[in-house]
T-cell receptor, first 110, second 117 residues
Framework: QKEVEQNSGPLSVPEGAIASLNCTYS??????FFWYRQYSGKSPELIMS????GDKEDGRFTAQLNKASQYVSLLIRDSQPSDSATYLC??????????FGTGTRLQVFP | DVKVTQSSRYLVKRTGEKVFLECVQD?????MFWYRQDPGLGLRLIYF???????EKGDIPEGYSVSREKKERFSLILESASTNQTSMYLC????????????????FGSGTQLSVL
């Protein structure tokens, strides 16, 4: 079992819709959770971090964490073509290093 | 803004060559990391360092070594390059964190696409 799992996609959504990206992790001791966005040919950049169960909102982005289900998700409201990218889920297991998922490719079409 | 600079964007080397990948950050970050990124495999940690002259193995250290003689510079060394080391190499840095996570925001360099022929 992979430590951090994501559906590779592509996830295709129309402009203006809500995009829902999901991630599961295997280590129950994981403490910190991150979403990175990576445009094609570019480096990853952090867009959200979440540490406690529940929702965390930042503009059009909402991160959701459920530690009991070992599940973290990212919702993007009012999706724009500029949101088209690969979204990487990353988990800190408390060992001072991040474990990344393989990423979900999101395509937002006009 | 934090800047993480990798010395080369594209690099082509021959099998058996010794390869040096250089990374420099300008924000006095304590932590530095080397990842490789391959299609379908995602980002995998090779080595990391929390201080000068200190290094820790990541998940795939075999065939690699690192050097951190100065706080701002973290070098990845391929002792004898092989074709299976053809990959995108990403350097990252972060501040030493507090509390739950010592691994807060990672700042990535632009990457080095290494091809070993």
């Amino acid at each position: 079992q992979k430590e951090v799992e994501q559906n590779s996609g592509p996830l295709s959504v129309p402009e203006g819709a809500i995009a829902s990206l999901n991630c599961t992790y295997s280590d129950r001791g994981s403490q910190s959770f991150f979403w990175y966005r990576q445009y094609s040919g570019k480096s990853p950049e952090l867009i959200m971090s979440i540490y406690s169960n529940g929702d965390k909102e930042d503009g059009r982005f909402t991160a959701q964490l459920n530690k009991a289900s070992q599940y973290v998700s990212l919702l993007i409201r009012d999706s724009q073509p500029s949101d088209s990218a690969t979204y990487l889920c990353a988990v800190n297991q408390g060992t001072d290093k991040l474990i990344f998922g393989t990423g979900t490719r999101l395509q937002v079409f006009p | 803004d934090v800047k993480v600079t990798q010395s080369s964007r594209y690099l082509v080397k021959r099998t058996g060559e010794k390869v040096f990948l250089e990374c420099v950050q300008d924000m006095d970050h304590e932590n530095m990391f080397w990842y490789r990124q391959d299609p379908g495999l995602g980002l995998r940690l090779i080595y990391f360092s929390y201080d000068v002259k200190m290094k820790e193995k990541g998940d795939i250290p075999e065939g690699y070594s690192v050097s951190r003689e100065k706080k701002e510079r973290f070098s990845l060394i391929l002792e004898s390059a092989s074709t299976n080391q053809t990959s995108m190499y990403l350097c990252a840095s972060s501040l030493k964190g507090t509390g739950v996570s010592t691994n807060e925001k990672l700042f990535f360099g632009s990457g080095t696409q290494l091809s070993v022929l």
